[in-house]
């Protein structure tokens, strides 16, 4: 039975209970229990990719999914963390995803994870700059207004539904594992000792492909809850740009939607969600120079840490349930080329995608004048972060170093409207990657990390 809709507002725990007498936690020791949901996700033939950067979609390789799980725990509003397959999901689209799934699940919108796994075949949604571009009577277009809406009813939908269906979570389960092959920093030295920046997701220069890996996460963290003697579900992180080619309008999940695939085929009824670790530095570079092939082998070796990830997990002893949503603020990159007059000029620019970055960036200029979040939930032996747009992966390093004894999953790609978020050293080392899809400056680092530390350490920050 379809369920009634929420008012999230209104509806405490115990008018949700009513609502859903399924919602009885019984006398399990964590109290706590799960709802999965997942819905496909593809768009329109001729939608833009990357925010009209590269060739709209043109044909389809494999279904691009939206794959989230509602966790309800005793006494408190429901929690809803979502994986999405597209490229960035930002300003007001990331707020109506955000209320779309609060209103479905009865919670209230800070309570809602949603995270890009950033493949670049995929939508940018940012509602605010397409607005913008439409009123300016611009050519470019970031996306398709009405497709996103109907995507965001229709997860919205599959969420409200799994609320209806919640299993009884009897453990909690933690793993990392180390990842073989997969993932290297953008910056590294050529034979003349000079840095450069330039290690992108394909790489065909040998010299960088043979170059240092450079600073990476080499571990793949995973929380995994387990119900009837079986693991329902599993969160899986891991940071690096997660493309092994893009650009020719060919939909697809990439290496990671394949090797979530193949570890959904090889464990039958497991609800299998990736998320892409604070990557905005590190790419498959090293390890791929294009070849056709490499898709399925950048996939396997991922699927064999998801896999080893599973085997390792132990159960977390004594574990909590608490969620904190930290405010902080970013500033925006307000010089010269960025400014407003700079941007609203940019707008009739010769190349559609010039006008593209520019209504991003118009959109980003008012997002940033409220404070964004970062969330947390956390089971004490482990927990799960959600960074911002494409922030750089010492940020994921950091998080984990102030919890070493804690398995600590810091995915990015969450608000999206930042792009890049790069440290101080990036800054002063003159990243060429920050050329254009950064919208934030300078100063950026000691917020995020702020951010971060209270977060993991503050039990009392609510």
Same mark, same amino acid.
């Given at each position: 039975?379809e369920?009634? &809709? ?14 859903y007498?399924n ?7 964590l ?39 509602v ?5 408190q509003?429901? /929690?809803?963390?979502?994986s ?9 689209a ?29 939508? /940018?949604?940012d #509602? ?22 109907e ?6 939908k ?9 299993k ?15 993932? &290297? ?13 330039d ?5 065909r220069?040998?010299e ?54 193949? /570890?959904?085929?090889?464990h039958?009824? #497991?609800?299998?969600?990736?998320? &892409? ?52 603020q970013l500033p ?17 620019a010769?190349?559609s ?5 520019a ?31 494409? &922030?750089?992966?010492? %940020?994921?390093? %950091? ?9 600590? #999953?810091?995915?990015? %790609? ?10 101080e050293k ?19 680092e000691?917020a ?15």
């Amino acid at each position: 039975m379809e369920s009634p &809709s929420f008012n999230r507002r209104e509806m405490g725990y115990a008018a949700l209970a009513l609502a859903y007498p399924n919602l009885s936690l019984g006398t399990e020791p964590l109290l706590l229990r799960v709802g999965q949901f997942q819905a496909e996700i593809n768009p329109p033939v001729g939608h833009p990719c990357m925010g009209g950067g590269i060739r709209p979609v043109a044909t389809y390789l494999d279904p691009l999914f939206a794959k989230g799980i509602v966790l309800v725990s005793k006494g408190q509003p429901p /929690v809803v963390i979502v994986s999405v397959d597209w490229c960035e999901i930002r300003h007001t689209a990331h707020d109506a995803w955000r209320t779309a799934l609060a209103d479905a699940t009865g919670t209230t919108p800070d309570r809602v994870l949603v995270s890009s796994v950033h493949q670049h075949d995929a939508p /940018v949604a940012d #509602l605010r700059a397409e607005e913008i571009l439409q009123k300016a009577g611009s050519k470019g277009s970031v996306c398709n207004v009405a497709f996103h809406e109907e995507v965001v009813t229709r997860v919205a939908k599959a969420a409200r539904v799994a609320l209806g269906d919640l299993k009884s979570v009897e453990s909690i389960c933690a793993s990392r594992v180390p990842v073989q092959d997969v993932s &290297s920093n953008r910056r590294t030295l050529d034979s003349k000792g000079r840095i450069r920046f330039d290690r992108g997701s394909t790489t065909r220069d040998g010299e960088l492909r043979q170059g240092e890996t450079g600073v990476i996460d080499p571990e793949m963290a995973m929380i995994s809850l387990k119900g009837s003697g079986k693991t329902m579900t599993a969160l899986f992180c891991y940071a690096t740009h997660p493309m092994s080619q893009y650009g020719q309008g060919a939909v697809s999940a990439d290496f990671p939607g394949l090797a979530r695939r193949m /570890v959904e085929q090889t464990h039958p009824g #497991l609800h299998t969600i990736y998320l &892409s670790g604070c990557s905005g530095n590190v790419t498959a570079g090293k390890y791929n120079d294009g070849a056709p092939g490499n898709r399925m082998l950048l996939a396997g070796r991922l699927s064999d840490a998801m896999t080893k990830a599973l085997a390792a997990a132990k159960p977390l002893k004594n574990p909590g349930f608490r969620f904190a949503s930290v405010p902080f603020q970013l500033p925006y990159r307000n010089s010269l080329g960025f400014d407003t007059a700079s941007l609203k000029a940019k707008l009739h620019a010769p190349r559609s995608f010039d006008q593209c970055l520019a209504a991003m960036g118009l959109s980003c200029q008012e997002r940033l004048k409220r404070p964004l979040d970062l969330p947390i939930l956390d089971f004490g032996g482990a927990a799960l972060l959600l960074a911002p747009g494409e &922030s750089y992966v010492e %940020y994921q390093l %950091y998080a984990k170093s102030l919890r070493p004894e804690a398995v600590v #999953l810091c995915a990015g %790609y969450g608000e999206s409207v930042t792009g890049y978020v790069p440290t101080e050293k990036a800054w002063e080392e003159k990243d060429s990657n920050l050329g254009d899809w950064c919208w934030v400056a300078s100063g950026s680092e000691n917020a995020l990390r702020v951010a971060l530390k209270t977060a993991l350490l503050n039990p009392a920050q609510k």
